[in-house]
């Protein structure tokens, strides 16, 4: 959970635009934006170093000095490069310390699944994100899902996940399933569904005349 926001220093840019973000990033400055609360939106220059480091610890929402001035922001949006292993600008919202915020927040899942102690199961986990509805100040890491009590066939859906705090709502589909066991489906399972597929078909005899060929 987070606690005490991160302060991130920042410096109004005059001038943007790709060429003028390309020498920022090569000075070791990330290009940023601030929007929100009916304020106009603008451009700054965060420590890219400083920037990287805490965005790798998973903080969300900062406590940004720009130029003097300070107020929280929660991230909004990375952009990455083409390749996807370098951030090349950020972009943040206004927020204030009593604002509920939606936020699409990781699940980490804890425990040895009974039911994976039988041979051929599979645990399968269609969905490891839930959007939550959380105040600003209690934005959480992660969610714990505790998977030790499931057996092959048990299913966890999002609204079976117990969340940090009771001020937390999911906003999440309730049905959306975060963990699943079932059995994998062998090999002698497969070569049996395509024998009895053959047993169905009538097999041709070689050298036999067809009625028209007679």
Partial sequence: MSGQAPLLSATKRERTGSRYSRRLRESGSLPAVVYGHKEEPVSIALDMH???QLLKKGEKFFELDLDGTKEHVLLKDLSYGYLGDN??????????LDERVNVNVHLTF???????KTAGAIMMHPVTELELNVLITNLPDHVEVDVSGMEVGDIIHASDVKLPLDTMKLESDEDAIVAQIVMKATQSDDAESEEVSSEGASPEVIGEKKADEE
């Avoid at 951030?87 to 204030?96: G, P, Q, S, T, Y």
């Avoid at 804890?110 to 994976?116: I, P, R, S, T």
């Fill in 50 to 52: 400083e920037t990287l």
């Fill in 87 to 96: 951030i090349l600008h950020a972009d943040f919202a206004r927020v204030n």
């Fill in 110 to 116: 804890v425990g040895e699944a009974k039911g994976l």
